[in-house]
T-cell receptor, first 115, second 115 residues
Framework: AQTVTQSQPEMSVQEAETVTLSCTYD???????LFWYKQPPSRQMILVIR??????QNATENRFSVNFQKAAKSFSLKISDSQLGDTAMYFC????????????FGAGTRLTVKP | EPEVTQTPSHQVTQMGQEVILRCVPI?????FYWYRQILGQKVEFLVS????????KSEIFDDQFSVERPDGSNFTLKIRSTKLEDSAMYFC?????????????FGSGTRLTVV
């Protein structure tokens, strides 16, 4: 079974600074997908960024980028120029390359951006 | 931007009662999912649904639960004989990509409170 571990229950960062959220996962699969989802106080789950395991290049989406280390099974999220609106729970998620695509989530990291 | 719509946003029910949580996925999406999040805990996979049948289900999704796509637009989760521990946020999600490799679109969730 796949497991996803987020070892930082809570983090804080000053506005405009950079913060990195950690995620590790355990799998015997070679082909899979990784995601970061953001859950603000509204509780909606919002896709931040995705990474395909067969791509070596790290994904980037504006201020969000990942450091994907396949051998180490590590998938960290870097948020640059943090904004107050980035305050949220962040979930790392793993998905096998299957037809059905069920996603497995980590426990989450609560990020607070301080003014 | 298309949305996944869930109703109601909050439901309170007596223990032992049946509840139906409703979801309207994005219209051209073909793969549908239910997840739940017990307060303060991780998001857990319940079930995936494609081509009018369950594709995969977790150990949580036992005989107490059922899903249905009754009319081609709604996607429902029925919970029979609710228990206190069924209290959680229930998220519906959909995708038009096989295996959800581009990530899901989640609804805003239904908060179920069993009293």
């Amino acid at each position: 079974a796949q497991t996803v571990t987020q070892s930082q229950p809570e983090m804080s960062v000053q506005e405009a600074e950079t913060v990195t959220l950690s995620c590790t996962y355990d799998t015997s699969e070679n082909n899979y997908y990784l995601f970061w989802y953001k859950q603000p106080p509204s509780r909606q789950m919002i896709l931040v960024i995705r990474q395909e395991a067969y791509k070596q290049q790290n994904a980037t989406e504006n201020r969000f980028s990942v450091n994907f280390q396949k051998a180490a099974k590590s998938f960290s999220l870097k948020i640059s120029d943090s904004q107050l609106g980035d305050t949220a729970m962040y979930f790392c998620a793993f998905m096998k390359h299957t037809a059905t695509g069920d996603m497995r989530f980590g426990a989450g990291t609560r990020l607070t951006v301080k003014p | 931007e298309p949305e996944v719509t869930q109703t109601p946003s909050h439901q309170v029910t007596q223990m032992g009662q049946e509840v139906i949580l409703r979801c309207v996925p994005i219209s051209n999406h073909l793969y549908f999912y239910w997840y739940r999040q017990i307060l303060g805990q991780k998001v857990e996979f319940l079930v995936s649904f494609y081509n009018n049948e369950i594709s995969e289900k977790s150990e949580i999704f036992d005989d107490q639960f059922s899903v249905e796509r009754p009319d081609g637009s709604n996607f429902t989760l029925k919970i029979r004989s609710t228990k206190l521990e069924d209290s959680a946020m229930y998220f519906c999600a959909s995708t038009n990509r096989q295996g959800g490799s581009y990530g899901y679109t989640f609804g805003s969730g239904t908060r179920l409170t069993v009293v």
